[in-house]
């Protein structure tokens, strides 16, 4: 089996989860991949202080795709207060498999946009560890 | 099999980084588009330059200083004869994004004012867009585009219809298309523009590679094109422009080297080429330049040209038989440069380039610097396979066979 396209990560890739437009919604962002033109956008709805739901929407590669899929599993519920501390070592731990430097953005790609949606903050850095 | 005539030059035991192995493997290097390979003579000119005749150019008396002024002038004039720049000017720049970078701040500044226009193409490279938006936006201007059409051409109609509007004071627009391969007619189109009081750029990156390019033939008031694309090194790129405009041009960059004389107060500028390359100018590197265009000169452009062409015939055609491969861009070899950008169904072309490699062989995926072309086209990115003197029909076939182990990785069905 291939190291970085495993069964799981084709079919995240092929059938994500929460994946579409959340109406009404109470956080949303937007973010670009510049390498490739990649876009990805986050709904949030919020209730408790909580991410009671979430959907991603846009295009991206199999490895942007699988792990805003991935990620939105174990967003959902998640407290607001802890999304600003999820770092790239949650999210590449998560996806499982070896990241290369070029690919590092494309696997972040959806915990920047929703931290950026969580927090204000747009200026994450996933270039670097 | 289509005919694959002249599919090999027989060069590549000439670029020394064919010999090294990858996981084993072979290197099977099709992303010349994006910068070449280099010949072991380029090397060797480039080391023998800084091991035995480097010194600064310009005012040295001593013996060493004067090779390294002969070495440096006479690398200049083989370049300009490369490209047959015989009363054009050959300025020296970074690469064309400084060369147009240079046109749009010298030229359009003095030229370019509000009600005027600046009209380029779709296809174009962020280089020859973005410093024409930043113009256009200061100097109240305003920047069109001409269409590319589904076989990835240009309209000469809707050129002359642009140009009758009789505010276009600059075309500028690609040689050879980075994404499509599009080969634009680049002499009807800037006689057209001449004809109609304005002046012409041409963003010559990727054709004075593959095809023989006469600058004065063309009629371009400029014609931009870099080095590293053209076999040689990085940090040298190539500005053709016509004296009586540049005469009439304020400086770019301004400081040593491009003075005549400086008082406290101001100063007056050297002459053509001086005045347009301020400080030490890329000595070395137009040593190594001079070096590749000697060395695609003995090659011959046509046979280059003959064999890209036919490499890229046998691409199109062996691509064709990938399910769900859709190639964008012109339809025959004929109209387009060595290079085929492509998508397919259900693998986005980061996946594409990435599984490629796995089969070892070497392609770009992304929008290409072209991201106004990609909405065009419908498309977030593609992937793009490009040849260069040293690619084979093999190298085709590794590539499609790649793209078929990929499409199993993704459990596509292969017939």
């Known amino acids: 089996m291939d190291d970085l396209y495993r069964d ?12 579409g437009e959340l109406e009404p919604r109470d956080l949303e962002a937007l973010e670009h991949n510049p390498l490739c033109g990649d876009e990805l956008g986050v709904h949030i709805r919020v209730k408790d202080g909580r991410i009671e739901d979430l959907r991603f929407h846009g295009h991206g590669c199999a490895i942007s795709q699988a792990a805003a899929s991935i990620a939105s599993e174990e967003l959902k519920g998640m407290e607001l207060q802890n999304v600003g501390e999820l770092d790239a070592d949650w999210m590449i731990e998560l996806l499982g498999i070896p ?26 850095p996933t270039g670097s560890a | 099999m289509p005919p694959v005539a002249e599919s090999s030059l027989e060069v590549r035991a000439d670029f020394p980084i064919f010999s090294r192995r990858f996981g084993g493997r072979p290197l099977i290097y099709l992303d010349s588009a994006a910068t070449s390979q280099k010949p072991e003579v380029v090397i060797a000119a480039l080391a023998d330059h800084l091991r035995n005749h480097n010194a600064n150019v310009h005012r040295g008396v001593y013996a060493l200083a004067q090779e390294a002024d002969a070495a440096f002038d006479h690398a200049r004039a083989r370049i300009a004869a490369f490209t047959g720049a015989r009363q054009m000017q050959t300025i020296f720049a970074k690469n064309v994004t400084e060369a147009i970078n240079l046109v749009a701040y010298s030229w359009g500044r003095a030229n370019v004012g509000p009600g005027d226009a600046v009209l380029i193409t ?66 009807e189109m800037t006689a057209r523009a001449r004809a109609a009081g304005a002046v012409s750029l041409v963003d010559g990156a990727q ?29 040298i790129g190539v500005l053709h422009a016509r004296s009586e405009i540049l005469e009439q041009m304020q400086p770019f960059l301004t400081g040593g080297d491009m003075i005549s004389s400086v008082d406290f107060q101001s100063a007056t500028w050297n002459e053509l080429p001086s005045k347009f390359e301020a400080g030490t100018p890329m000595i070395a590197e137009a040593v190594g330049l001079a070096s590749a265009v000697d060395y695609l000169s003995a090659l011959d452009m046509t046979r280059v040209r003959a064999h890209e062409r ?3 015939a046998y691409m199109l055609e062996r691509l064709s038989e990938v399910p769900g491969l859709r190639v964008v861009g012109p339809p025959e070899a004929d109209g387009r440069g060595g290079l085929a950008s492509f998508t397919i169904e259900g693998m986005h072309p980061h996946d594409v380039a990435e599984l490629a490699d796995r089969g070892g062989v070497c392609i770009r995926a992304g929008h290409h610097c072209a991201q106004p072309l990609m909405r065009c086209l419908g498309v977030g990115a593609t992937a793009r396979a490009s040849v260069g003197v040293y690619n084979e029909a093999a190298d085709i076939d590794a590539l499609v066979h790649a793209l078929l182990a990929g499409r199993e990785v993704f459990e596509l069905d292969n017939p």
Not at chain 2, 216 to 225: I, P, Q, R, S
């Open chain 1, 8 to 19: 799981y990560i084709l079919e995240h890739y092929k059938r994500p989860r929460n994946f």
């Open chain 1, 99 to 124: 990241v290369s430097a070029t690919r590092r953005k494309c696997a972040l790609l959806n915990l920047k946009v929703v931290r950026g949606a969580v927090t204000g903050d747009d200026s994450w």
């Open chain 2, 122 to 187: 779709e296809m174009e490279h962020h280089a020859n867009i973005v410093p024409w938006q930043v113009l256009c936006r200061e100097r109240d201007a305003s920047l069109r585009y001409l269409k590319v059409d589904e076989r990835g051409e240009l309209s000469i109609e809707q050129l002359e219809s642009e140009l009758a509007r009789g505010d276009v004071r600059l075309l500028a627009f690609a040689h050879v298309s980075n994404v499509l391969g599009t080969i634009n007619p680049v002499a």
């Open chain 2, 207 to 235: 054709a004075v590679p593959q095809m023989p390019v006469d600058v004065e033939a063309l009629g371009a008031d400029f014609y931009g094109w870099t080095g590293h694309k053209a076999l040689g090194p990085t940090g």
């Open chain 2, 310 to 312: 036919a490499l890229t």
